[in-house]
């Protein structure tokens, strides 16, 4: 039953949405502060702190009231107002049911804020984030995340924890399926436009959810691709790759942020003032609060930072995280910390003011149900139009990186074709990792997306996968021992025109505690290749990952391969209209894909060394292996279509600007091939000399263009000092005064080049 008491109608009375005419109060600031200021003064300690504490889901809330254990304490703390937050509550009756609990059987009545990862979508899976990266498509990507904002938001989720914006070069780290790849410029974009779309233009719309730029930072350097691995780093490297990308989601009004698993020179990041408070909350002003990764306070114990969870609960307070996630640090040492003079009240709340203030901007104290609608979360999860949405989106995340002898669209009729590999008929692993929301094994297949364009397709499984089975584990999901498939894959290979291979990882192969230490294709699917590849070489490969693959194999011998990651609930139907022409793929590739694992890490904007090629014939002495070479398998920005592009009439109006100056640079996009197609004209710049040394390239703009037939279209940039800016050994954000050059094309191994100066006068 609600509690009628003094404090409860004094709270209402403060935080009540009194100002009818001002329909718009809500995002105002100063309102939402002047609320925060009064209801804090109402607050106790351990109320302050309730809201600081975050616990996962831990009982069917329209099941039995829990009695005992562990679940009954954290209902009583619950019903308390110890809670804050809860994460993996979903569905409108469950979250209607433990919202009732906060706000009506609560002394304050305070809501809560309810998280979930809807990393790339809720039910409706779009594809997997370093598949969207590939489309190089802000607006498609921003739509994306709106999919993924209004399906959570209609099962009574407000706050997701995304986008993850960390930079990684290295694909053994099974995380970089979540985030945007390897470059900061472009995982900048990615970060602004994902995070607009979880939040769009009124947060507390019920169709939005608040975003979680994570994780903070550094979790992409992880020593060995090993995860949770420690990170250390210059400050040259930190602020200039890894900072950019939080930057521009600070800029974007992201309204919380995550810390992360790894320390960062010594000290994990959740007890890292450097990080949370230095530069999170002073340096760049952001305003939102800051959230514990799972257990990432009492995990500073194990790494040899805290001496037990009470020193973990204080250092993690007094550094900066806000809400503590599923370590039970805050709930059970805060008070005692305060009171013990360790802990200042005023760090308390400061969090609390911040966590409040997201509440509120939310709506949640003017409706605490406003996400809780049967109606609406029946009409728009698994809609026709967000199915519609994520197959635009997986079509345009799609790769070609290779088409020898134009093997390439396959025709629809008349055209013998058989379908070959573990993952063609599957229907779970295109879903992808973080799909906790989803429903197993409903991806369109390969098989059900191609059958559905072509009566000519036969298929045969090849090699059995693993998944399902008994004693299956992720590992091998794919079989490393079993080849009985494989003379039926090649009998109809055999009577095949063309052969197309579904091969790559199974779902759960990549994503978080997945690291590998080989990147090659999984159990004996590189051997079906080439056993295949004897009986018929004209063999289409596509390939269904969350990583970056070693497939040097396949790209010397296999004339056709496709780049189709986890595209999820429409991927069949994707990959089937790209692969009989219907879309021109126009992806590339958002991390460079490295020949073995032994370059990793292997990335486009490496620096150039003082030995960076032989000086003489036979020379050793310089910046090499000997016994591969240092060029990628692909690089980063490469991608085909079925049609060509050709560039030319590259032209600066000045090869020289000043301060406050700017200079126009233009080139010419021809489409020389013979279908429509669109291309991704991507500008790269060279600082050729400065007081740290800089990258061979950097990229600085991209624009997609579509092109008929013989059509020519001029794109532009415009050269500022901003843009080339960078972390100086003056210690700040600066442009330099110097030489440049500046390369525009396809990719990031162009050729096409200009120079330029730039004077800081």
Same mark, same amino acid.
């Given at each position: 039953?609600?509690?009628?008491?003094?404090?409860?109608?004094?709270?209402?009375?403060?935080?009540?949405?009194?100002?009818?005419?001002?329909?718009?109060?809500?995002?105002?600031?100063?309102?939402?502060?002047?609320?925060?200021?009064?209801? +804090?003064?109402?607050?106790?300690?351990?109320?302050?702190?309730?809201?600081?504490?975050?616990?996962?889901?831990?009982?069917?809330?329209?099941?039995?009231?829990?009695?005992?254990?562990?679940?009954?304490?954290?209902?009583?703390?619950?019903?308390?107002?110890?809670?804050?937050?809860?994460?993996?509550?979903?569905?409108?009756?469950?979250?209607?049911?433990?919202?009732?609990?906060?706000?009506?059987?609560?002394?304050?009545?305070?809501?809560?804020?309810?998280?979930?990862?809807?990393?790339?979508?809720?039910?409706? #899976?779009?594809?997997?984030?370093?598949?969207?990266?590939?489309?190089?498509?802000?607006?498609?990507?921003?739509?994306?995340?709106?999919?993924?904002?209004?399906?959570?938001?209609?099962?009574?989720?407000?706050?997701?924890?995304?986008?993850?914006?960390?930079?990684?070069?290295?694909?053994?780290?099974?995380?970089?399926?979540?985030?945007?790849?390897?470059?900061?410029?472009?995982?900048?974009?990615?970060?602004?436009?994902?995070?607009?779309?979880?939040?769009?233009?009124?947060?507390?719309?019920?169709?939005?959810?608040?975003?979680?730029?994570?994780?903070?930072?550094?979790?992409?350097?992880?020593?060995?691709?090993?995860?949770?691995?420690?990170?250390?780093?210059?400050?040259?490297? #930190?602020?200039?790759?890894?900072?950019?990308?939080?930057?521009?989601?600070?800029?974007?009004?992201?309204?919380?942020?995550?810390?992360?698993?790894?320390?960062?020179?010594?000290?994990?990041?959740?007890?890292?003032?450097?990080?949370?408070?230095?530069?999170?909350?002073?340096?760049?002003?952001?305003?939102?609060?800051?959230?514990?990764?799972?257990?990432?306070?009492?995990?500073?114990?194990?790494?040899?930072?805290?001496?037990?969870?009470?020193?973990?609960?204080?250092?993690?307070?007094?550094?900066?995280?806000?809400?503590?996630?599923?370590?039970?640090?805050?709930?059970?040492?805060?008070?005692? +910390?305060?009171? =013990?003079?360790?802990?200042?009240?005023?760090?308390?709340?400061?969090?609390?003011?911040?966590?409040?203030?997201?509440?509120?901007?939310?709506?949640?104290?003017?409706?605490?149900?406003?996400?809780?609608?049967?109606?609406?979360?029946?009409?728009?999860?698994?809609?026709?139009?967000?199915?519609?949405?994520?197959?635009?989106?997986?079509?345009?995340?799609?790769?070609?990186?290779?088409?020898?002898?134009?093997? +390439?669209?396959?025709?629809?009729?008349?055209?013998?074709?058989?379908?070959?590999?573990?993952?063609?008929?599957?229907?779970?692993?295109?879903?992808?990792?973080?799909?906790?929301?989803?429903?197993?094994?409903?991806?369109?297949?390969?098989?059900?997306?191609?059958?559905?364009?072509?009566?000519?397709?036969?298929?045969?499984?090849?090699?059995?996968?693993?998944?399902?089975?008994?004693?299956?584990?992720?590992?091998?999901?794919?079989?490393?021992?079993?080849?009985?498939?494989?003379?039926?894959?090649?009998?109809?290979?055999?009577?095949?025109?063309?052969?197309?291979?579904?091969?790559?990882?199974?779902?759960?192969?990549?994503?978080?505690?997945?690291?590998?230490?080989?990147?090659?294709?999984?159990?004996?699917?590189?051997?079906?290749?080439?056993?295949?590849?004897?009986?018929?070489?004209?063999?289409?490969?596509?390939?269904?990952?969350?990583?970056?693959?070693?497939?040097?194999?396949?790209?010397?011998?296999?004339?056709?391969?496709? =780049?189709?990651?986890?595209?999820?609930?429409?991927?069949?139907?994707?990959?089937?209209?790209?692969?009989?022409?219907?879309?021109?793929?126009?992806?590339?590739?958002?991390?460079?894909?490295?020949?073995?694992?032994?370059?990793? @890490?292997?990335?486009?904007?490496?620096?150039?060394?003082?030995?960076?090629?032989?000086?003489?014939?036979?020379?050793?002495?310089?910046?090499?292996?000997?016994?591969?070479?240092?060029? @990628?398998?692909?690089?980063?920005?490469?991608?085909?279509?079925?049609?060509?592009?050709?560039?030319?009439?590259?032209?600066?109006?000045?090869?020289?600007?000043?301060?406050?100056?700017?200079?126009?640079?233009?080139?010419?996009?021809?489409?020389?091939?013979?279908?429509?197609?669109?291309?991704?004209?991507?500008?790269?710049?060279?600082?050729?000399?400065?007081?740290?040394?800089?990258?061979?390239?950097? #990229?600085?703009?991209?624009?997609?263009?579509?092109?008929?037939?013989?059509?020519?279209?001029?794109?532009?940039?415009?050269?500022?000092?901003?843009?080339?800016?960078?972390?100086?050994?003056?210690?700040?954000?600066?442009?330099?005064?110097?030489?440049?050059?500046?390369?525009?094309?396809?990719?990031?191994?162009?050729? +096409?080049?200009?120079?330029?100066?730039?004077?800081?006068?």
């Amino acid at each position: 039953m609600k509690k009628h008491s003094l404090f409860t109608v004094l709270v209402a009375t403060l935080i009540a949405c009194t100002n009818s005419q001002n329909q718009d109060h809500m995002t105002n600031t100063s309102e939402i502060d002047k609320k925060v200021d009064s209801l +804090l003064s109402l607050m106790t300690l351990e109320e302050k702190i309730g809201q600081m504490n975050q616990y996962n889901g831990f009982w069917n809330v329209t099941g039995p009231t829990p009695k005992e254990g562990d679940a009954a304490e954290k209902y009583e703390d619950l019903r308390q107002g110890k809670v804050g937050s809860m994460l993996n509550v979903r569905g409108v009756e469950q979250v209607k049911a433990v919202q009732k609990i906060a706000v009506e059987e609560t002394r304050l009545g305070i809501p809560l804020i309810i998280g979930f990862d809807v990393i790339h979508g809720y039910k409706t #899976l779009s594809p997997i984030p370093l598949a969207e990266a590939a489309s190089w498509d802000m607006d498609a990507i921003k739509r994306s995340a709106e999919v993924a904002a209004a399906e959570a938001s209609a099962s009574g989720i407000n706050w997701t924890f995304a986008p993850m914006v960390d930079i990684s070069r290295d694909a053994r780290w099974g995380r970089v399926m979540e985030g945007g790849g390897e470059d900061p410029y472009l995982g900048s974009k990615i970060a602004i436009a994902r995070v607009q779309g979880f939040q769009g233009e009124d947060l507390a719309a019920n169709n939005t959810i608040a975003a979680c730029a994570k994780h903070f930072a550094g979790y992409g350097w992880a020593e060995a691709g090993r995860e949770y691995n420690t990170v250390d780093m210059s400050e040259t490297l #930190l602020r200039n790759t890894i900072f950019p990308p939080f930057k521009a989601a600070v800029n974007a009004n992201v309204k919380t942020f995550m810390n992360s698993f790894n320390e960062l020179n010594g000290i994990p990041a959740t007890g890292s003032s450097y990080l949370q408070r230095d530069i999170l909350k002073e340096e760049w002003e952001f305003d939102g609060f800051v959230v514990s990764d799972w257990a990432s306070i009492a995990e500073m114990v194990p790494h040899g930072y805290a001496k037990d969870t009470i020193q973990a609960a204080a250092f993690a307070a007094n550094a900066g995280s806000d809400m503590d996630m599923e370590s039970y640090a805050y709930v059970h040492h805060l008070k005692k +910390l305060v009171e =013990e003079g360790q802990v200042d009240e005023s760090l308390i709340d400061d969090a609390v003011r911040r966590i409040l203030k997201v509440k509120f901007e939310l709506g949640l104290f003017d409706d605490p149900y406003r996400y809780c609608d049967e109606m609406r979360e029946k009409e728009v999860i698994g809609s026709k139009e967000n199915h519609e949405a994520v197959l635009d989106m997986a079509k345009k995340s799609i790769v070609l990186l290779k088409n020898d002898q134009n093997l +390439l669209p396959l025709r629809k009729e008349g055209q013998r074709i058989a379908l070959i590999g573990p993952l063609a008929a599957d229907k779970n692993s295109p879903l992808g990792s973080w799909r906790i929301a989803a429903e197993d094994n409903s991806a369109v297949s390969v098989l059900e997306g191609m059958k559905s364009i072509s009566n000519s397709v036969t298929y045969s499984e090849g090699c059995r996968l693993l998944a399902g089975e008994a004693d299956f584990v992720w590992e091998t999901a794919i079989n490393t021992t079993d080849k009985s498939g494989f003379d039926a894959a090649k009998d109809l290979a055999r009577s095949a025109e063309v052969v197309v291979m579904v091969l790559g990882e199974y779902s759960f192969q990549s994503g978080e505690g997945r690291s590998r230490s080989n990147i090659d294709l999984p159990g004996v699917q590189q051997e079906l290749l080439e056993e295949i590849y004897k009986v018929n070489q004209n063999i289409v490969l596509v390939l269904m990952n969350g990583r970056p693959l070693a497939v040097e194999w396949a790209a010397e011998h296999v004339p056709a391969v496709v =780049e189709a990651w986890h595209l999820g609930s429409q991927s069949g139907n994707a990959i089937a209209q790209v692969l009989f022409g219907e879309y021109n793929p126009s992806g590339k590739l958002p991390m460079t894909f490295p020949r073995n694992v032994g370059q990793i @890490p292997i990335y486009y904007s490496q620096k150039n060394t003082g030995r960076p090629a032989p000086v003489a014939p036979n020379q050793v002495f310089w910046s090499h292996y000997i016994d591969v070479d240092n060029s @990628p398998l692909y690089p980063f920005g490469h991608g085909l279509s079925y049609t060509t592009f050709e560039y030319s009439n590259l032209q600066l109006d000045d090869n020289s600007f000043g301060k406050g100056g700017s200079i126009k640079v233009s080139v010419d996009v021809s489409n020389t091939g013979q279908r429509k197609g669109k291309e991704v004209v991507q500008l790269y710049i060279r600082d050729l000399f400065a007081s740290v040394t800089r990258p061979v390239r950097e #990229l600085k703009g991209f624009e997609q263009v579509a092109l008929q037939p013989g059509e020519t279209k001029t794109v532009q940039f415009i050269i500022d000092e901003e843009m080339i800016q960078f972390y100086t050994a003056n210690k700040k954000w600066e442009a330099e005064a110097g030489d440049f050059k500046l390369f525009i094309g396809g990719s990031s191994v162009t050729s +096409l080049e200009a120079a330029f100066a730039y004077t800081d006068k």
